[in-house]
């Protein structure tokens, strides 16, 4: 070996050995973790895990672990030149192509605001050290695609868009074993290098916000190729280079796709995101020198500990392991789907990869049986929904017996769309199973994303409930996500109290990227104005912004913009509030996922805690909307409770000529949902 690569890997190993050191403390923390019972609900992990998080000095830590691993992969590509023996240089191929993948997933935990304090930090590294030198879209682009659609909505047909790229590699159940193997490694057939290199030069061409952007871009490849063109090192552009960034990097981030999740299963009748996390997730252990080889190349950087990051996706990669082994002990589910191995596993336990080929290689015709998918074929029948309105802010109560499984996001956009469809600020999907002690409600935006809590959509649901009959009482539990709330119906079933729960101002349970604080009073900059903000959260976050005025017109221009600011990993509801008085505030509310909206229960509630924290205003406040008023109380411990009207409007069904028909499946070769590659 060169002295140089010898030094280049010894200077590597010493910068992730700083990391380490610099987490130790916390890592040391978190294995002693212990919860009070043997079996621990998921909110004691969450508020246990609040400190695992990343710390000060990560903003100049940060950009070394991205050095790092390219200093190895200059080390590769030093023993590739010095050396004659065809099995060395093609284990530096290899090896170069597991570097990507750690580049990719230091990425990913960039995305996710836990890479350092700064996420604005995080994902300019990003850009700069992986997705332009690997010719990917931008680290803001790959937010949206992994953190605002992947995981609210992982094995979510029609909403996820890493299922999406299964259909395009032809791994869909029916298969026969040879088509699932050749799915297995699409990345290496003519047809997925094809696509990769389509990509590619798109990301490269045409997916940049400006010259600028396409410039550095070009200004980094230039910086990684130029050396070996000097040197006279061409052949090393091809194959430290190009072969590891075309083949060997792609397959390893599509098997780790493969076995991230237990795919196309029914959904779970725990709709919750915990309960499709255990249902869908697999713990898989890769033992043994060929399993350190998997961990440190296919899955780098955490990523075999996949289903505690999809979890507590807020934790950093240091204490994956940690809280992996406490998870184990204590979560109950977590271990049910646990595999060995990648594709060899010990008798009687599956690999990571051998219980997706048997689900897909089984016959259509049991396929058919056991797990039917009705959107497969066109709508036939009209579907009925039931329209409300609470305070201007309109939804559509649907079965979901019924129809649930046809709202896909196309769907639930053009029942929506105020031109095309009915017409709503969103779908409620009633889960009404007659098993289930408490009846619980799925919460769609127009654009098809789902909603963690809605207080407009709780007092709509109850509503319904008491309108149909389902309920006996004028006070009964309705489950939202993995939450239980009451409802009271008042008198004459149109004015409905809602106990919200209770608001947090804590910034790692919201999230709201940088140290673990309050989020209150802090400045933000958006469209050239300074705000001060304060951050919340009663289920879903909320941005609440102090105004002396409030405006329509600066709502509609703002909010969009706070809306998606990567301090808010999870995008945010924003708030324009106006205090008139101790007992009256006034709001212009922009909803996360729908617009301008004329009253939000949630966004009332969040605005009114953040006030009357700030000591602006008292316990009981009305608030005063676009479309009417909320009488909201903050009680002890911050728990809200808020009393608002609901208006019934119409029975409506909706014709089958609307509903577009939408396949289940693609055939291979189609247009993917997006760009392939980028698989965290």
Known sequence: MPAAAFALILVALSLRALDVAYHYGDVSHARSLTPPAPHADVSWFRHAFRSLRPKPLDNYLAALQFVSAWQLIAAAALVFD????????????????????????????????????????????TNIFCQFPLLKPSASFRYRT????????????GRDPNLGDFYVAGLVPGITVLQYWRGVFFPLTPAGVLLLLKECLTNLLHRNRGTGE??????????????????????????????????????????????????????????????????????????????????????????????????FPNV???????????????????????????????????????????????????LRITAPDVRRRPMNVPVHFTKYQALGN??????????????????????????????????????????????AVQVLNPDGSEVEKSGNGLRIFARYLWDRGLVKEERFPVRISDEIVTCRVRPGGRVITVDMGRVRFDSAVIPVTGPSREVLEERLEVGGVTLTFSAATIGNPHCVIL??????????????????????????????VEVVDRANLRIEIWERGAGYTLASGSSSCAAT?????????????TVHLRGGELEIEVREHFDMRMTGSVVRVADISFAAESWPAVEAAAPPGAVPTRPRGDLA
């Not at 093609?90 to 997933?105: A, D, M, N, S, T």
């Not at 083949?247 to 995101?273: I, K, M, N, T």
């Not at 977590?334 to 599956?350: E, K, N």
Request: proline share 6%; net charge neutral.
């Open 214 to 311: 396409l410039l550095l871009r070009a200004l980094i490849v230039s910086l990684i190729t130029l050396p070996m063109i000097m040197f006279e090192s061409t052949w090393e552009i091809v194959w430290i280079y190009l072969v590891p960034l075309l083949v060997v990097y792609p397959l390893f981030a599509w098997l780790s796709q493969v076995v991230e999740h237990r795919w196309f299963l029914p959904q779970p009748d725990d709709r919750s995101r915990l309960g499709r996390e255990l249902a869908f997730g697999r713990p898989t252990e890769y033992a043994g020198l060929s399993g350190l080889l998997i961990r440190q190349n296919i899955f780098p950087f955490g990523d075999s500990y996949h289903l505690a990051h999809s979890l």
């Open 82 to 125: 010095s050396s004659e023996s065809l099995i060395v240089r093609g284990l530096c191929v290899l090896f170069v192509g597991g570097r990507f993948r750690e580049l990719q997933e230091i990425g990913h935990f960039a995305i996710h605001g836990v890479l350092c304090p700064s996420r604005r930090l995080g994902l300019l590294l």
């Open 547 to 576: 105004r002396e005025r409030v405006t329509e017109e600066e709502t509609r221009r703002l909010g969009p913009l706070v809306e998606v600011d990567p301090r808010f990993p999870n995008r945010t509801n924003v708030q324009f």
């Open 609 to 621: 805690a953040v006030m009357h924290r700030l000591g602006l205003c008292d316990a009981h406040v």
């Open 146 to 157: 992994h953190v605002a659609e992947h995981h609210p909505h992982a094995n979510v047909d």
């Open 316 to 366: 950093r990669w240091n204490y994956l392991p940690a809280v992996h082994k406490l998870l184990k002990r204590h979560l109950k589910g977590y271990m049910d789907h646990a595999s060995q191995g990648l594709f060899w596993h010990p008798a009687g336990t599956p690999s990571a990869t051998s219980e997706l080929r048997e689900r897909l290689t089984r016959s259509p015709l049991a």
């Open 394 to 439: 309109d939804y559509l109560v649907v079965d979901g017996a019924a129809a649930g499984p046809l709202l896909t996001t196309e769907v639930v956009r053009r029942v929506c769309d105020r031109h095309f469809g009915i017409g709503a600020d969103g779908i409620l999907v009633a889960r009404l199973a007659e098993d289930e002690a408490v009846p």
